[in-house]
């Protein structure tokens, strides 16, 4: 690689590498004078209203696989214990 080929990756995998820090430890876009914006400021009314909505349907989807994942777990051992019965014969 030229030098100015390895340059460019590298300023690449910078950028990456200090984003998903950023991601990772909360970080937002910072706002003017390098400030950090809360959740709320900046964000419309709709979108208040969006992000509400899209929160509860996110809980009412985890309620829902939670119990799947019951029904699933109690056939799996009711099944089991039909086979089981079936052996003993």
Known sequence: ?????MTAVLIVMIV??????RARYGYG???RFGRYR???E??????RVENLRLRDEVR???ER???LERITVEKENSLANEIESLRDR
């Open 38 to 40: 809360s959740d709320d």
């Open 29 to 31: 876009r910072s706002g």
């Open 16 to 21: 990456m590498i200090a984003s998903i820090a």
């Open 60 to 62: 009412e989807l985890k």
């Open 65 to 67: 696989i939670k119990v």
């Open 1 to 5: 690689m030229h030098s100015g080929q």
């Open 42 to 47: 900046g964000i419309s009314a709709q979108e």
